[in-house]
């Protein structure tokens, strides 16, 4: 294993890293587990369904912007602190949203809540260009896409259960109690990671970003991520509502969707660390083709069928292709810069999640979460911006 000695507590690494792995999740988490509780939030709450899909906007901005900053206060001032003070706040947000009624201070918390979490979760991904090099790097880098999606896969499944046997507030009970858990094991296990503290001066930090959104593969390559994401966002805030309200399903059967989504992602994370060694480009050619035709089928069926189980079978295979892009494309990202973990880490995040957000939103507001064409015609769009970024990166050298 290919590891910088010069950091590594040997003791408590195996531990260190199951930890890490274990909260970078926590975005994923902090989005789905109460994603079959909103419809039934927007009745407890007395607000629209577009007032509830706006807690998830928030969250989604906050945790984009967050990591566009964050990178370069975690290489100066290192990740352990920090993340723990993060948990700490998170933890905190999720007990006062469990015991409000007022929309307005839940959009306060998830703004926190976006905040901590973008800090964790760069902290972590950087924990590992810390501590490992070379192809094991590169195998804990593939691994992230992976590891994430076993928030989406499980996150529903629990909050369906939650919902129906206690309400919507137990999800963030779940959620505090998952924060203290890891809390108190970051405190016995865990350790400060970063090797060399860089100096926090702006100038030269500056430089550093301005390098890498400079780098035209850099930046497309993390374009092509949010589009990716942005496809899972979209089921996960339009899912829900069509299959309870229009579908007439219950929240369980909601979860038990997300989980069948989030499998599917999942997949299409360990169909591209299998393939890794295969053309880069050619791979992504193929996968955005048949992302291309199954979107196309979708908007033809829809109007002829339309039931839970097409909505779930071409959902499932759009979404497979999509954890499939993602999962190349950053692993290719965070690898770029490998000596400014954090920054690299934070940027990486932070520009994908500003595409996730810019895109969700306006798909939210002008296609309505109604029924499986809708579903299918957001899904049309971000295929076509993806389309239209890999023609791009057609022209740019990918190293």
Request: a positive charge.
């Amino acid at each position: 294993m290919q590891t910088k000695p010069t950091i590594v507590k040997t003791k408590n690494r195996g531990m260190a890293n199951f930890i890490a792995m274990a909260l970078l999740p926590l975005s994923g988490f902090a989005t789905d587990i109460y994603l079959p509780s909103l419809p039934n939030m927007a009745t407890s709450l007395h607000v629209g369904n577009i007032e509830v899909q706006f807690t998830l906007t928030l969250f989604l901005v906050s945790y984009g912007l967050s990591q566009l900053f964050i990178g370069s206060v975690l290489d100066s001032f290192g990740r352990y602190k920090m993340g723990m003070i993060c948990l700490i706040i998170f933890m905190i947000c999720c007990i006062v949203i469990a015991n409000t009624h007022n929309i307005y201070i839940i959009y306060a918390m998830r703004i926190l809540h976006g905040l901590t979490v973008g800090t964790i979760v760069v902290g972590k991904r950087a924990y590992f260009i810390d501590v490992f090099t070379g192809d094991t790097l590169k195998h804990y880098l593939s691994m992230f896409s992976i590891i994430w999606s076993t928030g989406p896969i499980i996150a529903p499944f629990i909050g369906g259960y939650l919902q129906q046997a206690f309400g919507w507030q137990y999800n963030f009970y779940f959620l505090a109690g998952y924060a203290l858990l890891f809390l108190l094991l970051e405190y016995v296990y865990s350790f400060e990671t970063l090797d060399h503290f860089y100096p926090f001066k702006l100038r030269s930090i500056a430089k550093v970003y301005a390098n890498m959104l400079q780098t035209s593969d850099f930046i497309l390559g993390l374009v092509m991520c949010g589009l990716a994401y942005c496809m899972v966002i979209i089921f996960n805030m339009t899912g829900p509502f069509i299959i309870e309200h229009t579908l007439h399903f219950s929240p369980i059967v909601a979860g038990y969707s997300s989980l069948l989504l989030g499998i599917a992602w999942m997949l299409g994370g360990f169909i591209g660390k299998a393939t890794i060694a295969k053309p880069f480009y050619k791979r992504m050619v193929v996968n955005i083709f048949l992302q291309v035709c199954f979107v196309i089928i979708m908007l033809i069926s829809s109007r002829y069928i339309g039931n839970l189980y097409t909505l779930l079978f071409f959902a499932f295979i759009i979404q497979l292709a999509a954890g499939y892009t993602f999962n190349n494309f950053f692993t290719y990202c965070l690898s770029r810069f490998p000596n400014n973990g954090g920054i690299a880490s934070g940027l990486s995040g932070g520009m994908s999640y500003i595409v996730i957000s810019i895109c969700s939103s306006i798909i939210i507001l002008f296609i309505h979460a109604k029924n499986e064409f809708n579903l299918a015609l957001s899904y049309s769009i971000l295929i076509v911006l993806s389309v239209i970024i890999m023609l791009k990166l057609s022209k740019v050298k990918l190293v």
